[in-house]
């Protein structure tokens, strides 16, 4: 990590200094003390190292180099505050002597939130020549933290974090929390005796319930489990396991599938998504197409950097770096795609903040480029280390863990409200269950949500076996088509507008599939026609496609594709215009190599209404195109 090898090396560098014995100071019981300090570093004894200087400084108050080296010793064990007073006793002492005081003051003061005096101290620091560019562009990051910092504690954001309480935190850590698509399910990292297992907990009646163990298929008792990524409907969970003998490196990702009320063996990702270096923190698209991650493997920008990679037909492609407006020569963690696949949050310590690492969102722009992150602001960011940061798929509420908090002991999980301006695009899900219409049984059956506008699939997956249900979320400003289908039933078909959509409601469907059986009638939702015209739009291609698959799956089956409008208009006209449409899905699939033989239409115009034709939602449900099974 390039901010952990230029700490370390600042640190070092004061170890020698006056390596020829000219010390500010010629006491010898100081200077015993002092060679004593730098022998106790050379094999790691810091305490020990702590001590003497500290006896060196009693034997003179003013041995600069003992405060130096105190002073670095001091923060390297993360003890920032003291670290920061022996710095200034040098300054005071001798204001030259070390420039590379003013660097280290700087840096830790930005960890204490001193940035006023961080500021001053490097700005002093770039005053010196012949300073290298590695410690110039370390100095100019850190002075953008100290700007970004004193303009946001100007303008605080509205943050109410509130404790998720007794069914999900304990005395041990708890973090890592991510929801369903739904928000029923949440799956979160406890770690008892320092081995890190999942627990999920259901919420019923809006109340979480108490926490209970995912799964021995999962959880092991001799590694860690971590930093997991669930889809939206709950069924694959993808997590981070370290060390473990099926692994390719010290880190890798791993996916397992649920079963039932349990789950599969998780198995590893494999090339090339996981390598032998390290790629950690999964976080899965709500397509589940694209799989985010972090790796330190060569091809980045600087220490660990998030990269994504798409599953296609011949598996996972090679990963891609997301790029300069994402990464940083320092380090980017912890990504989190929401489930509008569109918005990104992660942590990064490169980009300017408050200290130590902050969160961050971007969103693609229209391109499908992400755009420049935005700090989520002070006090969500404070000088501190913030990460692991996810997001209800409504938007809403965002989970974080933390240990500063007074909570139930160690690090528990909050949530808090998003700011607007950090929100993501409007999203809503779609949770249904399949079932035999007859027997009422659930149904495995697949499931298939359209991009009416791009005719492309934006969920393809099965019901459960045992319960018949599925679930996926949609973003707004869309169009959907569903299509449910299963062998020896006709399938089902609906659609969606998410256009101008802005409430958030979820789309709740029992879905009926009937068995194909003489005289059984199909509403085909997804044919689409411009008014008073029978030229079949583009956007019905995939609906057309399911018909087609529907009639190769089942060669006997004969149907009568049937026309029918509402009661505006001429009635001959209308009686025409159905006609017309009829056979224009007839003509499309006749082409598409489905013999006339097993095909008629018809047009029946305004005779066989759904529903009385009394407004404008009843008069387009009357709108439509049916086939209707005439032999089997």
Not at 167 to 172: E, F, L, R, V
Not at 321 to 338: C, R, V
Not at 444 to 473: C, P, R
Not at 542 to 551: G, P, R, T
């Amino acid at each position: 990590m390039k901010i952990a090898f230029i700490s370390i090396f600042l640190i070092l560098s004061s170890f020698f200094v006056n390596a020829q014995g000219q010390y500010s100071t010629t006491n010898k019981q100081a200077i015993k003390h002092f060679a004593l300090a730098n022998q106790s570093m050379d094999d790691n004894l810091y305490d020990t190292a702590v001590e003497e200087l500290n006896k060196a400084i009693d034997a003179d108050s003013k041995f600069i180099e003992a405060h130096a080296l105190l002073a670095d010793v001091l923060r390297l064990g993360h003890h920032y505050k003291e670290s920061i007073e022996q710095y200034r006793i040098v300054i005071n002492l001798n204001p030259e002597f070390n420039r590379s005081v003013y660097l280290k003051i700087g840096d830790m003061e930005i960890s204490n939130s001193e940035y006023t005096q961080a500021q001053a101290h490097l700005q002093k620091y770039l005053t010196y020549p012949n300073i290298t560019d590695k410690n110039i562009y370390f100095a100019k990051k850190l002075l953008k933290d100290c700007d970004f910092s004193l303009e946001a504690l100007k303008h605080p954001v509205t943050f109410k974090p509130v404790n998720m309480g007794p069914a999900i935190n304990t005395g041990d850590d708890e973090y890592l929390a991510v929801a369903t698509g739904d928000g029923s399910t949440l799956i979160f990292t406890r770690k008892i005796a320092n081995n890190e297992d999942f627990y999920k907990s259901i919420k019923v009646d809006g109340k979480w319930q108490p926490a209970t163990y995912l799964s021995d298929k999962i959880n092991t008792p001799t590694y860690n489990e971590g930093a997991q990524s669930i889809t939206q409907d709950g069924k694959y969970l993808f997590f981070t396991g370290c060390n473990r003998p099926d692994g390719l490196g010290r880190c890798d990702i791993y996916i397992a599938q649920k079963k039932g009320d349990d789950w599969s063996k998780p198995y590893d990702l494999n090339p090339p998504i996981n390598t032998p270096g390290w790629e950690s923190q999964p976080s899965i698209s709500a397509d589940g197409h694209t799989l985010y991650f972090v790796s330190n493997r060569k091809g980045g920008y600087g220490g660990y950097d998030i990269w994504k990679s798409t599953v296609t037909d011949k598996g996972w492609s090679e990963p891609e770096n997301l790029g300069p407006n994402i990464n940083t020569a320092y380090d980017e963690q912890s990504p989190f795609i929401h489930a509008d696949d569109s918005t990104l949050y992660f942590c990064s310590n490169g980009w300017p903040g408050m200290g130590g690492k902050d969160l961050f969102v971007s969103h693609l722009d229209k391109d499908g480029k992400w755009q420049k992150p935005v700090n989520l602001g002070y006090p969500i960011n404070t000088n501190g280390d913030e990460n692991g940061l996810t997001v209800t798929a409504d938007g809403n509420l965002a989970f974080f863990s933390s240990n500063n908090l007074s909570g139930f002991g160690g690090f528990d999980i909050y949530t808090f409200e998003l700011p607007d301006n950090v929100k993501p695009h409007i999203v809503t899900y779609v949770k249904g269950v399949v079932t035999d219409a007859k027997t009422k049984q659930p149904l495995e059956a697949s499931v298939d949500i359209i991009d009416l506008q791009k005719n492309e699939s934006v969920y393809e997956d099965k019901s459960s076996a045992a319960h018949g249900d599925f679930l996926t979320t949609i973003k707004g400003g869309k169009n959907y088509g569903l299509n449910v289908s299963k062998s020896g039933y006709l399938f089902y078909s609906a659609n969606f507008s998410l256009l101008n959509y802005k409430d958030r409601e979820p789309f709740i469907l029992t879905i009926e599939l009937l068995p194909i059986e003489v005289g059984s009638k199909v509403v085909l939702n997804n044919i689409f026609f411009d008014t008073n015209k029978f030229d079949i739009k583009p956007d019905s291609k995939a609906e057309l496609q399911k018909l087609i698959e529907f009639l190769n799956l089942n060669t006997t089956v004969r149907i009568e594709i049937s026309g029918h409008t509402d009661d505006i208009g001429n009635e001959q006209s209308n009686q025409v215009l159905s006609q017309n449409r009829a056979k224009s899905v007839y003509q499309y699939l006749i082409e598409n190599k489905i013999s006339p033989q097993r095909l008629i239409f018809k047009g029946y115009g305004e005779t066989q209404p759904l529903v009385p034709n009394s407004s404008d939602a009843n008069r387009s449900k009357n709108r439509r195109t049916e086939f209707k099974i005439i032999a089997k």
